[in-house]
């Protein structure tokens, strides 16, 4: 299975992890001890040869040995990945009171498989880590889901077109029989059939997006329920089990559930665009003919 691509969060994180490795005390101590063997002692060893910028060399093997062994810790990565989830998570972006009650809900259980995790031990715990860093980013695509539920709720145009477009398309039609009668009229009909077949599209836009708002919401309780049959089975997990087919296919079917909720997130906005373009064009044509 593919590891999955960094994200703005990891990215941070591993910045963090830096910081943190620069100001720890073991890192301050050996920069300190080696300045002082290099100001104090010089090359006054019994060592032949010896010179006083050999210190500056060891110390800073020393010191670079000790931030790569910090970076490349899996378990201190991850658990700088999760601080930070929790510290960027703001449900109170969320303003469908289903959606975030969902979200919440999920980020119960996730507080459940992370004492799994810090419960276990080698292995086992370093896997768990990793698995509920997978569960980052599922619960971060709910969040995302909700945000675009709250921007099709809230916009008014959507609202309203659903109501008018149908009856604008009525119109156009009653319209192009009517010029359709008169002699000399076959550009004014090509114009209108233009901006029939542009309200048309705009219907399709706007009957997707109401379509692709009634997947979200069922989406998220989809994800929900997943998340609950997901716990259940991290915490029957072994340590027999850690590298087992189980552990795969518990990490690929997040993947999938991951993939998901972009794959619509992403169809959202599709829709949004098209039907934003589609809105400018019929009113234009709607002007030209007013």
Do not use: C
């Not at 593919?2 to 969060?9: A, F, V």
């Not at 001890?33 to 100001?39: E, H, I, N, R």
């Not at 419960?119 to 768990?128: F, T």
């Not at 089990?241 to 999938?256: A, F, P, T, W, Y």
């Amino acid at each position: 299975m593919s590891q999955p691509e960094p994200t703005p969060l990891r990215q941070r994180a591993f910045g963090a992890i830096l910081g943190n490795a620069l100001k720890s005390p073991q890192f301050l101590f050996t920069v300190a001890f080696t300045l002082a063997l290099y100001f104090v002692v010089g090359d006054a060893t019994f060592i032949p040869g010896w010179q006083n910028w050999f210190w500056l060399v060891g110390g800073g093997l020393a010191a670079t040995g000790f931030l790569v062994s910090s970076l490349t810790d899996p378990e201190a990565a991850q658990q700088a990945v999760n601080k930070m989830f929790e510290e960027n998570l703001n449900l109170d972006r969320i303003k469908n009171r289903v959606a975030r009650q969902h979200v919440e809900k999920a980020l119960e259980y996730r507080t459940q498989m992370l004492e799994l995790a810090q419960r276990a031990k080698g292995a086992l715990r370093v896997n768990l880590l990793q698995t509920v860093d997978d569960v980052n980013r599922w619960i971060q695509g709910m969040v995302d889901l909700s945000l675009h539920l709250d921007q099709y709720a809230d916009n008014q145009l959507v609202a309203r077109d659903i109501k008018e477009v149908p009856q604008r398309i009525g119109k156009v039609k009653q319209r192009i029989e009517l010029e359709a009668r008169k002699p000399n009229s076959e550009a004014v009909v090509t114009e209108l059939q233009r901006q029939l077949d542009a309200l048309q599209q705009q219907l399709e836009n706007l009957q997707a997006a109401t379509t692709n708002a009634k997947r979200a919401e069922i989406q998220l309780e989809t994800a929900l329920a997943s998340l609950g049959t997901m716990y259940s089975q991290m915490s029957r997990l072994g340590t027999s089990e850690v590298d087992s087919s189980k552990m795969q296919r518990l990490r690929s079917d997040i993947h999938e559930e991951v993939s998901s909720l972009q794959d619509l997130i992403h169809a959202m906005d599709e829709v949004q665009s098209s039907g934003q373009a589609e809105i400018v064009e019929a009113e234009a044509r709607r002007m030209r003919l007013s």
